[in-house]
């Protein structure tokens, strides 16, 4: 399995409401990340998982709340969130920083 | 902190024709090189990374980069292009023993049929 998995792949959600991104990977990666990417933009770092613990927080608004439960699984949760949330999110995965991480297709997440 | 430009935010080329998308890094430490490329509405494919020893890389799907360490430059290069490969192209860096990866802005190749 050399996939990272993410869903949902569309997501729509109200300011008021509770919602969560699911990835998962089991290439026996040791890191995982959060990125968020607005159109024609590059991907933002948003959350850096190594080892389960979280190591890098790019100064992300708290209404985006990671979890790492086991190596194999990394959530996004969301709570109220403001329209300019809006975006791509995409997962990562990767085994040491020399060999590039491997992303997920993302969650194209809308907030109404 | 570690820098990537890429200064060509689009591409037009012609089918079977070469190009070259560019892509300029700073650092004051050792890095390594990433091109990415994504499809729309895809997440971010691989295409090819510098880690060290010889100059130029070869990747998947016809590409390959230089690395020049003098210039501070990783451009990316292939010799005839087809409709397929319409995409956003992303160069990126990390520093070595750094998980985290910078991206460049991004450029947009679109093939001309």
């Known amino acids: 399995d050399t996939e990272v998995t993410q869903t949902p792949k569309h997501l729509v959600m109200g300011m008021t409401n509770k919602k969560s991104l699911k990835c998962e990977q089991h290439?026996?990666?040791?890191?995982m990340y959060w990125y968020k990417q607005k159109a024609k933009k590059p991907p933002e770092l948003m959350f850096v998982?190594?080892?389960?613990?979280?190591?890098i927080n790019e100064s992300v608004p708290s209404r985006f709340s990671p979890e790492c439960p086991n190596s194999s699984l990394l959530n996004l949760h969301l709570h109220a969130l403001q329209p300019e949330d809006s975006a791509l999110y995409l997962c990562?995965?990767?085994?040491?920083?020399?060999?590039?991480?491997?992303f997920g297709s993302g969650t194209r997440l809308t907030v109404v | 902190a570690q820098s990537v430009t890429q200064l060509d935010s689009q591409v037009p080329v012609f089918e079977e024709a070469p190009v070259e998308l560019r892509c300029n890094y700073s650092?004051?430490?050792?890095?390594?090189l990433f091109w990415y490329v994504q499809y729309p509405n895809q997440g971010l494919q691989l295409l090819l990374k510098?880690?060290?020893?010889?100059?130029l890389v070869k990747g998947i799907n016809g590409f390959e980069a230089e690395f020049n360490k003098s210039q501070t430059s990783f451009h990316l290069r292939k010799p005839s292009v087809h409709i397929s490969d319409t995409a956003e192209y992303f160069c990126?860096?990390?520093?070595?023993?750094?998980?985290?990866?910078?991206f460049g802005t991004g450029t947009r190749l679109t093939i001309i049929p």
């Open positions: 998982y190594s080892y389960e613990k979280l190591s």
């Open positions: 990126a860096v990390s520093v070595v023993g750094n998980e985290k990866l910078t």
């Open positions: 290439m026996g990666h040791r890191a």
């Open positions: 650092s004051s430490v050792s890095v390594y």
């Open positions: 990562a995965s990767s085994q040491q920083d020399r060999y590039g991480y491997t």
């Open positions: 510098y880690l060290s020893g010889s100059t």
